[in-house]
């Protein structure tokens, strides 16, 4: 299963202690491939450069993406512009892709679509949508 991940979502699991990976895990019933467009890495790194709470989110983020690197097989694919605009945009030319976000406006854009979306469910745990 290919999942694009955006900011909020893996700000998620620094801001309420969900472990995302293992999350991912369960509800995928198979290997995961992790897709990180670049503008929301970059978005992460201009975060973890800040003061406060989202930056500690930030970098714990990025210490985890290098972490789960290889059993997560997280690729950065290349993209431009907005996060959200870029990742709908991906999604209507790959459907096989599911998106997790925890933006309610880009869940909203991705059902349109027929993308399938994992979310945070009650804050403790994820599901699809």
């Not at 998620?12 to 491939?33: A, C, F, Q, R, T």
């Not at 929301?40 to 450069?49: A, D, G, I, N, Q």
């Not at 605009?85 to 309610?104: F, G, H, L, Q, R």
């Amino acid at each position: 299963m290919q999942i694009i991940v955006d900011t909020s979502f893996l700000l998620s699991h620094y801001e309420y202690k969900v472990d995302i990976y293992s999350h991912l895990n369960i509800i995928s019933n198979g290997p995961v491939h992790i897709l990180v467009p670049s503008v929301v890495l970059s978005e992460v790194h201009r975060l973890s450069k800040k003061k406060g709470r989202k930056a500690a989110a930030a970098r714990f983020a990025l210490a985890c993406l290098e972490k789960m690197k290889k059993p997560f097989n997280i690729r950065v694919i290349a993209s431009g512009g907005k996060a959200d605009e870029w990742i709908i945009k991906y999604c209507s030319k790959n459907k096989e892709v599911s998106v997790a976000t925890n933006d309610v406006e880009l869940h909203r854009k991705l059902n349109k679509l027929g993308v399938g979306v994992i979310t945070l469910k009650g804050k403790s745990k994820l599901g699809f949508i």
